[in-house]
């Protein structure tokens, strides 16, 4: 399946952003879905995931209640709704593919990757 994030963008902390990734190619609907971000220097971060049906999520303690992710497989597209931003969300936001189960904190239980949407949160 290949994956297109969009949505990032500059923001004052406290802001919202939404972050879209339009999936196409094989059923989008087989698949859980994750959000990770990477900041510069550090390691890609676990954030969101999604089972495939919609009905179960995970969040990363650091964005419990602020962000919150969701899908609709008609559209083929997974969202992250990020709320209440501060200047430590700044990362680059990945989205990715893996099992239907869309529990994986790994970035290795990922499949498919899309090519990341960068969001700026100033102080």
């Known amino acids: 399946v290949q994956l297109q994030a969009s949505g990032g963008g500059l923001v004052q902390a406290g802001g919202s952003l939404r972050l879209s990734c339009a999936g196409s190619g094989r059923t989008f609907s087989n698949y859980g879905m994750g959000w990770f971000r990477q900041a510069p220097g550090e390691e890609r971060e676990f954030i969101a995931a999604?089972?495939?049906?919609?009905?179960?999520?995970y969040y990363a303690d650091s964005v419990k209640g602020r962000f919150t992710i969701s899908r609709d497989n008609a559209k083929n597209t997974v969202y992250l709704q990020m709320s209440s931003l501060r200047p430590e969300d700044t990362a680059v936001y990945y989205c990715?593919?893996?099992?239907?189960?869309?529990?994986?904190?790994?970035?290795?239980?990922?499949?498919?990757w899309g090519q990341g949407t960068q969001v700026t949160v100033s102080s």
């Open positions: 999604i089972n495939w049906k919609g009905g179960t999520t």
């Open positions: 990715a593919a893996g099992s239907p189960l869309g529990r994986g904190t790994r970035s290795s239980e990922y499949s498919y």
